[in-house]
């Protein structure tokens, strides 16, 4: 399968009625009218990828999408996932069924008869990878997705998805203080022509300054919210590195989260870098980055730093 052609920077809406896929917030994050504001933003800047989930506000992300589709009259690429619960004790996983009826659903809320990319939002260890590509398949084959592909799926689940069928794309979180994925995983991908995708560029907000070393997290922010993905990164190495990051990008005359950008926009193997903006202004450091590239040594003083 032929890797989808895919923007440079992608707008993740998994702040739209909810945070991510976790039930308890579904309801919380930006309402409808702040998504719509923030979508406007982000199509003005030239941001025409929105990439979302089934579950992402229990299908308030979707429907926030369609809704933009409708009223302005315009038609962003798309990427879906599926894999989570929609609320609370709903079904999940990859099964065959579940996904037919799931990008079926998907399709519905977006108001659209077909998605880009469509991804398993997750591994299912109970479910044989080539059961769900044959599901994904039968899906391409009748028009509804452009191409299909994996998300949150480490080395050797990568290597075992490839022998089972032909994802085009993988999404994992990566960022300078998330490197987990390291050259063998995009080595993978660069010699497969797997298309890789970051999303958590910024590391929910730590790569941005709003969390200072002996300060109190903002309100409203997520280590204020759900911070339990970001824990780990409560010491004192991390907040000396965010220290330096801040130098450096002082020194260049960006913003600390423009900088972050710039280093995985750096990486010809980053295929998409998928932003989540909680506010139209959040959208500025992505036009720093595009505008102020990485130059002469700074990428190994960042991987120093980090």
Not at 1 to 25: D, K, Q
Not at 75 to 96: C, I, S, V, W, Y
Not at 148 to 171: C, K
Request: proline letters at 6%; charged letters at 25%.
């Amino acid at each position: 399968m032929a890797v989808p052609l895919l923007p440079r920077i992608a707008l993740g809406c998994g702040s739209f009625g909810g945070i991510g896929s976790a039930p308890e917030f579904f309801g919380h994050g930006l309402g409808e009218d702040e998504a719509l504001a923030l979508m406007d933003a982000a199509w003005a800047a030239g941001i025409t990828h929105f990439d979302t989930a089934d579950a992402y506000g229990g299908g308030r992300s979707e429907r926030a999408i369609g809704r933009f589709i409708e009223t302005r009259g315009v038609r962003p690429t798309l990427t879906t996932k599926t894999f989570n619960p929609m609320h609370e004790g709903a079904d999940q996983g990859l099964r065959p069924d579940r996904i037919a009826r799931q990008l079926e659903s998907s399709l519905e809320r977006l108001g659209v008869d077909r998605v880009e990319l469509y991804l398993a939002h997750d591994h299912d260890p109970d479910v044989p990878l080539g059961d769900t590509f044959a599901a994904f398949e039968d899906a391409r084959r009748a028009g509804r997705i452009g191409a299909y592909g994996v998300s949150n799926f480490g080395v050797r689940e990568l290597e075992a998805a490839l022998a089972a069928g032909a994802p085009a794309a993988i999404q994992n979180s990566y960022s300078l203080l998330d490197r987990g994925d390291g050259d063998e995983l995009l080595s993978v991908c660069d010699a497969h022509g797997v298309a890789y995708i970051a999303f958590g560029p910024l590391a929910g907000g730590w790569l941005t300054g709003k969390y200072r070393r002996g300060a109190p997290f903002p309100p409203g922010s997520r280590m204020t919210q759900r911070p339990e993905p970001y824990e780990a990164l409560r010491t004192a190495e991390v907040f000396a590195a965010l220290e330096g990051l801040e130098s450096l990008a002082g020194a260049r005359g960006t913003s600390m989260a423009a900088l972050a950008l710039a280093w995985l926009l750096d990486d010809d193997r980053v295929t998409q870098v998928v932003v989540g903006p909680g506010r139209p202004e959040h959208l500025e450091p992505v036009r720093e980055a595009l505008a102020a590239p990485l130059t002469g040594g700074e990428r190994a003083r960042l991987e120093e730093l980090f």
